[in-house]
């Protein structure tokens, strides 16, 4: 079996949107692309520094497909996204600059708009007690997938496969994570989209655990193999991905390797022989100070002190964010849809 190919770019908020082109040229094959278009699905919403697709990343994919495409627009969506109630600022002015708007997606679609698969998928079909199907209007598509690498205390973490099985899979079989689901909804995901590509934002990455905080790794990963692909981004956190064991067990059900020989990792910004996947690589966490204050204190005495240490962790985290390159970044599109510096 052919080695998989992931690329891993070093970036900087300077040259962010020449590194996400970048890196999307390294993927390029010679497969024509789909003649019913593209789709760019992003996740949504951000609770937090690096935990769902920062406005970069999405801003430098919109502007490569419109230029590319001309007339032909790309569709943009997300599941769950709701202007009204969980819409990010910068990520709408991103979208409102392009002139597009982002439509809410269900993975199977309204029932007169859902087309089932040729594939056969025994299990998920027991479960659902009718043919696992999808909305119509994904099948047949490329897909760009704009994510963010998270850590999660359950998982280890979430990054390209969570992102695929998001696309097709129930909420439901999402939470239950047994593996013969996520093996079939893997398979069921190769079968809706005509070729995919799955771009992990690895800048700041963010932790569903409120106890701990966003770390900067300045990397951009990219693959059109999400399995492969998030075998890279545990090392990147410092996770050996054989011993995580859904990621072990898609591996071994689609016959894929993990180990760092039988992964082709370009675009210079990781090098898997010097990664054990036992310490982070390059990351570093954002520092904030111990004290928390009069007030705050006299709200541990009262609340549980778990519960309100963790929110005052992380209020503390997002305002040490905010002071750096990326949190300006940040700032610089929720407040104009467009950076003040270059590159994106």
Known sequence: MPRSRVVAIRTQPETVGEDVARALRLLRTRRAPSTLGTWVIFDTPRTGPGTATPPWTLDAVLSLMVDRAGTDRPRVGSIGWDPERTADEAVARVLARHGLGAETLVPEGEESRRTVPDVD??????????????DADLAGRDLIRCGALVRDPDLGLRGAVDGALRTVARPDELHRRDPQTMIESMQLHDAVFAGTVHLLDATVCGARDPGRPPVVHDLLLAGSDPVTLDAVAARVLGYDPERIPWLRGLAEATRRELTPGSIEVTGGGLDLSATAGTTPHGGRALAIRRGTGRAAAEWLRRFDPARWLGRLR?????RTYERTPWGRLDEDYRRAGRPRIGGA
Do not use: Y
């Open 121 to 134: 998928l025994p299990w998920l079909r027991g479960q659902r007690a009718v043919d696992p199907s999808v």
């Open 314 to 318: 992380r209020r503390g985290w997002i």
